[in-house]
């Protein structure tokens, strides 16, 4: 189980990506976090979309739908967010009662502020990083910086 930490904007997201692409499509499943940028250049959102493409959403925007869950000026969008990762989690830890020997490799970006809002999010990640299935492989990023979670998963056992 490997994290990738730093400070945003270092290539944490690049990184998992470009590994991602250079993967059998098969034996990997997960979803990334990328910025979107109006056009002037200014960040104003963050979507999610899974490895194989099937999957989007708005994990949060500037512009709404306006929501309790906020972080800066970015509107959390826990449901579209819970829609898109828990599918995908669940399946790799159903990987670990199941009878295949085959290696899979689960990556997700990221562990953060506005994923934590989320406590089955949290939960699922948890489980993934502590899997004692040798045939699940992890790869994911992690903020820098933060309390909870996003402190303790740098901790955990194995990772």
């Known amino acids: 189980r490997m994290l990738v930490t730093g400070s945003p904007g270092t290539g944490k997201t690049t990184l998992v990506t470009r590994v ?8 990997c ?16 959102a963050f979507d999610l979309i899974s490895l194989d493409g099937s999957l989007s959403g708005k994990l949060a925007s500037e512009h709404g739908p306006h929501t ?7 509107f959390v969008q826990v449901e579209d967010l819970e829609r898109l990762s828990f599918p995908i ?10 009878s295949t020997d085959k290696p899979h490799v689960l990556i997700f970006d990221e562990i ?3 994923e934590l809002f989320s406590e089955g999010f949290e939960d699922r990640i948890r489980r993934v990083l502590t899997s ?3 045939n699940l492989h992890v790869l994911g990023t992690v903020a820098l910086n933060g309390q909870g979670f996003i402190k303790h998963s740098k901790q955990l056992k194995g990772v």
């Open 112 to 114: 953060g502020k506005m």
């Open 132 to 134: 004692r299935n040798p």
């Open 89 to 98: 989690l669940d399946a790799a830890l159903e990987l670990e009662g199941s």
């Open 20 to 27: 991602s692409k250079r993967l059998p499509a098969a034996s």
């Open 29 to 44: 499943s997960g979803f990334l976090c990328h910025e979107v940028r109006n056009a002037r250049g200014k960040r104003e």
């Open 68 to 74: 309790s869950q906020k972080v800066g000026k970015y």
